[in-house]
């Protein structure tokens, strides 16, 4: 598994909705390398945000394994997958979840101080990140003061304030205007080049996508397409 930071082997996932099974995914073969930029792309209900989940190990998948850096995530307990999951894998999501009481310095406080890291330190790792996605001067306002591409930033800033490998995000720009979700983008591949980010992207939007360096297409829970 040389080289590859992430390997799926025939993930398959159902799910029983009053009484009927939907089939999200049916039998995904995957292997995506340390540093990629692997985009997602598909109509709604192809199955990518279930695909992302397991990825993430939000979800346990029904069949298959998904290993990382060659072990097997899924041979591990729910608080070893939580705790693993929170030190290798950072999550951006269309909608930032920040919580609104809080400061932006704050919420990119949160990680650090779940890990136990010393207030001072986390203080400090969270105004350095900041900083780089150019919000150093923002650091005191909440997620109500702030523009919808601002507090993008912010979300993606906690989601790499602990410096994971691996990055999933969720339609990170569905929100935004071109303009902005564009600066999205161009941070994310920032962080890419920079800190050698592996990063796995949803999206609908194909000018999106061809940003990124490989593409992906889901279609009825299976990968048709390549580029």
């Given at each position: 598994m040389t080289g590859n930071i992430i390997e799926a082997r025939g993930l398959a996932k159902a799910f029983t909705t009053n009484g009927s099974t939907v089939n999200a995914l049916k039998g995904i073969d995957l292997?995506?390398?340390?540093?990629?930029?692997?985009?997602?792309?598909?109509?709604?209900?192809?199955?990518?945000?279930?695909?992302?989940h397991i990825l993430g190990t939000l979800d346990r998948p029904t069949e298959g394994a998904v290993f990382y850096e060659g072990e097997d995530v899924f041979h591990k307990s729910d608080g070893e997958l939580a705790i693993f999951r929170n030190r290798e894998i950072g999550?951006?999501?269309?909608?930032?979840?920040?919580?609104?009481?809080?400061?932006?310095?704050?919420?990119?406080?949160?990680?650090?101080?779940?890990?136990?890291?010393?207030?001072?330190?986390a203080k400090e790792a969270a105004k350095e990140i900041l900083e780089r996605v150019g919000l150093g001067e923002r650091l005191s306002h909440r997620p109500g003061e702030l523009s919808?591409?601002?507090?993008?930033?912010?979300?993606?800033?906690?989601?790499?304030?602990?410096?994971?490998?691996?990055?999933?995000?969720?339609?990170?720009?569905?929100?935004?205007?071109?303009?902005?979700?564009?600066?999205?983008?161009?941070?994310?591949?920032?962080?890419?080049?920079?800190?050698?980010?592996?990063?796995?992207?949803?999206?609908?939007?194909?000018?999106?996508?061809?940003?990124?360096r490989r593409r992906i297409k889901l279609l009825d829970g299976r990968i048709v397409d390549e580029s």
């Open positions: 292997e995506i390398k340390k540093g990629e930029t692997l985009a997602v792309v598909g109509v709604s209900g192809s199955g990518k945000s279930t695909l992302l999550f951006v999501f269309q909608f930032h979840y920040l919580l609104p009481e809080f400061s932006a310095l704050e919420n990119v406080m949160m990680p650090p101080l779940i890990q136990r890291i010393e207030p001072k330190n919808g591409g601002e507090q993008q930033r912010v979300a993606i800033a906690r989601a790499v304030v602990l410096k994971p490998k691996v990055i999933l995000a969720d339609e990170p720009t569905g929100n935004l205007d071109l303009e902005t979700g564009g600066s999205i983008l161009d941070l994310f591949l920032k962080l890419n080049k920079e800190e050698e980010l592996t990063l796995i992207l949803v999206t609908h939007n194909p000018s999106v996508a061809m940003r990124l």
